[in-house]
């Protein structure tokens, strides 16, 4: 159902030359040349330029391939839903931020599929911009991020909310403490997520707010894992600001302490984000009372 044409496009976009794209695709470099030009007769724009001899798409034809890849993202989930139909299961694509993968919320999912049978959810990591993009693409039926969402072409469900904490082993000076002031943290090397995570983004705005700035802190470490964070802090090579609900585990294990941070208030909220066409609407409601019950069984436990 797809135009040939797209395929090329596609190809040479990834490739970034029409020869390694017709070897892809198993067509000869003519006949991918033909399929350019052919779209672009048809839209009246140009796709490609080349600039020092490079394969260079223009400013139509981001528009153009942005399409294209929405296009081929929406039949490959048509063929899934087919698939799914056929055999009579629910499969869904869920996109999750590397924060939601340390919380409750991938325990939440393994156990409601664990107790529905005829339901298939894999999951996808990835940063909360990549995320809105996947969305938007139908690479992914809904995902699970944090912050405030204010995205006009998405739907939200509420799950919780969290907040940052300075993060400190056992061991170290301030575990002992109810809180820690501003000051105090600036003597503190700090392991941090890297800048484009909303945790930093969310850590670095509360600072602005008190016309602070990052550089006054000494960041000494910034990690994409949050496992390998936590384990750092462990092993006091630092300590660092992290999403409590992150931190669950260890806090109950009291392998690390988790204390405010004065003056600084850095609470966010956790939703479900979907498509206004999302069919499962029942499904996410019964993940949220599965994630409610798992958070509440936690605070009895102690965590």
Do not use: W
Not at 268 to 282: G, K
Not at 289 to 294: A, Q
């Amino acid at each position: 159902m797809i135009d040939a044409k797209i395929y090329s496009l596609l190809k040479v976009v990834e490739t970034g030359n029409y020869t390694r794209a017709a070897k892809a695709l198993s067509l000869t470099q003519p006949a991918v040349s033909q399929h350019i030009h052919a779209l672009e007769a048809e839209l009246g724009v140009r796709l490609f330029e080349r600039i020092n001899n490079e394969l260079h798409v223009t400013n139509e034809g981001r528009v153009v391939v942005e399409y294209a890849q929405r296009m081929l993202s929406l039949y490959k989930k048509m063929l899934r839903d087919l698939d799914s139909e056929r055999r009579n299961v629910t499969a869904l694509t869920v996109g999750i931020t590397h924060t939601a993968e340390s919380n409750a919320i991938a325990e939440t999912l393994a156990r409601y599929v664990s107790s529905h049978e005829g339901v298939n959810i894999k999951m996808r990591t990835d940063t909360v911009e990549n995320l809105y993009h996947m969305l938007s693409n139908y690479e992914i039926d809904f995902a699970v991020v944090e912050g405030k969402v204010n995205h006009p072409a998405f739907r939200y469900l509420l799950l919780d909310t969290d907040s940052l904490v300075l993060v400190v082993s056992p061991s170290h000076r301030l575990a002992g403490h109810s809180m820690v002031k501003i000051n105090e943290l600036k003597k503190e090397k700090l392991i941090l997520r890297l800048p484009d995570s909303s945790t930093s983004k969310l850590f670095v705005s509360s600072l602005q707010r008190k016309n602070l700035s990052i550089d006054d802190f000494q960041v000494v470490l910034e990690v994409d894992n949050i496992a390998t964070i936590k384990d750092l802090i462990r092993r006091d090579f630092g300590v660092s600001v992290l999403p409590k609900s992150a931190c669950m585990d260890e806090l109950r294990k009291k392998k690390i302490v988790a204390l405010p941070i004065e003056d600084l208030n850095m609470v966010r909220e956790i939703s479900f984000i979907y498509s206004p066409d999302f069919a499962h609407l029942d499904l996410l409601r019964d993940i949220m009372h599965d994630y409610n019950e798992t958070q509440n069984a936690r605070a009895r436990s102690g965590s």
